[in-house]
């Protein structure tokens, strides 16, 4: 498509599909018939789950739209355990998904070890007056209902500070990625959109976790370098968050 963007490929839409060649002209009866292809018309958008590290989880496609239900239905089969859940769920519609839980009581059950909660990009633009968001999605909550979200952290001066446990923002830092590819992936196959996206997403995972293992063995070598200076004895436990 780059090199002869002018040539009619049978995967794409009709209207994009004209050729401007001077020795040919498309006509009506060449239009493709095929009934599936991938386009917006088919798929609404690509949901992906991912760690607060960017390492990606598992992703699929979305027909029509990105409802509550699809977003429960897609997390259930995701992690299909009690123990594989994890303890949070971050999602800029968390506070829909968490009502519609609620509704059809899977959050009693199915998530009942399990919080939803906004990224903090999202969570801005959320109204004030939607109490249950700001109870139980806040990413961010101050009157100490969640000590697993927001933790103290001295400074260089020793002054303690409230800072964010994880990175509420990985999916969307990974979507700003993806969506670079966008021009590409929305005229391929559905076959090829599925393999290019899914081996993207695997080496984009396979750096991540390179770089987590760079950066967990960096922090080791200078915890054993200073204990060895101090000549102390003590052991160096290193907690790398991911």
Sequence with gaps: ?????????????????VNLAHDRVQTDEEEDDRKHYFGPSKFYCVEIACAPCGAVIAWTKFDRSESPNKILKFLEDTFPTLESRPSFICIDKACQVYRTAIVNQSFSTTW????FIVDTYHYNNHKQSDEPCRI??????????NPNLVVLEADVDGVMHAKRAFNT?????LNAWVASYHSILKRMTIVN??????????????????RQQEKEGKIRGASVIDSEDEDDGDENNVNVDV
Aim: with cysteine; aromatic share 10%; net charge positive.
């Design 169 to 173: 923002q990985a999916s969307e830092q």
């Design 136 to 145: 139980w999605c806040n990413p961010t909550p101050t009157t100490g209902q």
């Design 193 to 210: 959109f599925n393999w290019l996206l899914h081996v993207m997403l695997f080496l984009h995972t396979k750096r991540v976790i390179q």
């Design 1 to 17: 498509m780059i090199s002869r963007p002018n040539e009619g490929l049978p995967w794409l839409n009709p209207a994009d599909r």
């Design 112 to 115: 009942a070890n399990t919080r």
